[in-house]
């Protein structure tokens, strides 16, 4: 009944910029926090960034500086903005959020992954 759905992946050569949607959708009466995470072939899901329902946000340290995270409440949707991006940067992108379903409760729900490739 709840799904996220990513967009925005693709190749990008390194200085470059990508920017990911993660649109929510389904019978959903609020969410809560939201969040990107990624994960690089043969290594573990790390979290890239997070933002809360009152907008405070958090990155990990190998990001700061260059990725942005936001969102609109108003479309269920959050976003990432990533600037000057290097090839350890390449991996494939989850968006998660915590989110209150009709009727049910609350839920953490993942997207089904993006591909970001940063090569020259």
């Known amino acids: 009944q709840v799904q996220l759905v990513e967009s925005g992946g693709g190749l990008v050569q390194p200085g470059g910029s990508l920017r990911l949607s993660c649109a929510a959708s389904?019978?959903?009466?609020?969410?809560?926090?939201m969040g990107w995470y990624r994960q690089a072939p043969g290594k573990q899901r790390d979290l890239v960034a997070t933002i809360t329902s009152g907008a405070s946000t958090n990155y990990a340290d190998s990001v700061k500086g260059r990725f942005t995270i936001s969102r609109d409440n108003a479309k269920n949707t959050v976003y990432l903005q990533m600037n000057s991006l290097k090839p350890e940067d390449t991996a494939v992108y989850y968006c998660?959020?915590?989110?209150?379903?009709?009727?049910?409760?609350?839920?953490?729900?993942w997207g089904q992954g993006t591909q970001v490739t940063v090569s020259s």
């Open positions: 998660t959020a915590d989110i209150g379903v009709v009727g049910s409760g609350w839920y953490d729900f």
């Open positions: 389904g019978s959903i009466f609020s969410i809560n926090a």
